[in-house]
T-cell receptor, first 116, second 116 residues
């Protein structure tokens, strides 16, 4: 499978616990994105990496959220001290900087988070 | 501010018939891109079709076509010859040109049900 993969697919955690999601983008893609999707809504942009550099963070990404892409390949999204409002699906996506294919952004299957 | 509006929360179509999913957008940018994604119950966002604001012809991809009316700021998705597997959520999204990366703004989506 050469698509975007995310792990875990589902996570149930108690309020106050920390969780970490991993994303492996398509191998030749140097752009990586995280989005959050709550029930009944479209995805909302969280953050963007070009290679290992985090170039933009949404205001939705509070201080409890941190994302990394240490070697410009896979990325992690950590949520500290989870709250019930963090319950959502976290989508990772990747795209190429190539102008011919850069208009296509490929999403993973998402990581569902439930905070109880 | 940029905004995507999908006014149809749900749509029904008979198998093998065509269906149009509406999308209107609001932007003051001259350069932008419009996307349609399909999201089945598994959660993955599947790229369907892309239209650039300067593209003179409407985009087509197999059974999918995008009816782009720039003056009306609409980008409706037309699915021809509907199949049972087309049942899913459909999201319209817009990309701003700033930075040249795919920071997408999504609409709330339309749930399509294809009946046999």
């Amino acid at each position: 499978d050469t698509g975007v993969s995310q792990d875990p697919r589902h996570k149930i955690t108690k309020r106050g616990q920390n969780v970490t999601f991993r994303c492996d983008p398509i191998s030749e893609h140097n752009r990586l994105y995280w989005y959050r999707q709550t029930l009944g809504q479209g995805p909302e942009f969280l953050t963007y990496f070009q290679n290992e550099a985090q170039l933009e963070k949404s205001r939705l990404l509070s201080d409890r959220f941190s994302a990394e892409r240490p070697k410009g390949s896979f990325s992690t999204l950590e949520i500290q001290r989870t709250e019930q409002g963090d319950s959502a699906m976290y989508l990772c996506a990747s795209s190429s900087i190539d102008s011919n294919s850069g208009n296509t952004i490929y999403f993973g299957e998402g990581s569902w988070l439930t905070v109880v | 501010a940029q905004k995507i509006t999908q006014t149809q929360p749900g749509m029904f179509v008979q198998e093998k018939e065509a269906v149009t999913l509406d999308c209107t957008y609001d932007t003051s940018d001259q350069s932008y891109g419009l996307f349609w994604y399909k999201q089945p119950s598994s959660g993955e966002m599947i790229f369907l079709i892309y239209q650039g604001s300067y593209d003179e012809q409407n985009a087509t991809e197999g059974r999918y076509s995008l009816n782009f009316q720039k003056a009306r700021k609409s980008a409706n998705l037309v699915i021809s010859a509907s199949q049972l597997g087309d049942s899913a959520m459909y999201f319209c999204a817009m990309r701003r040109p700033i930075g040249g990366y795919n920071k997408l703004i999504f609409g709330a989506g339309t749930r399509l049900a294809v009946h046999p």
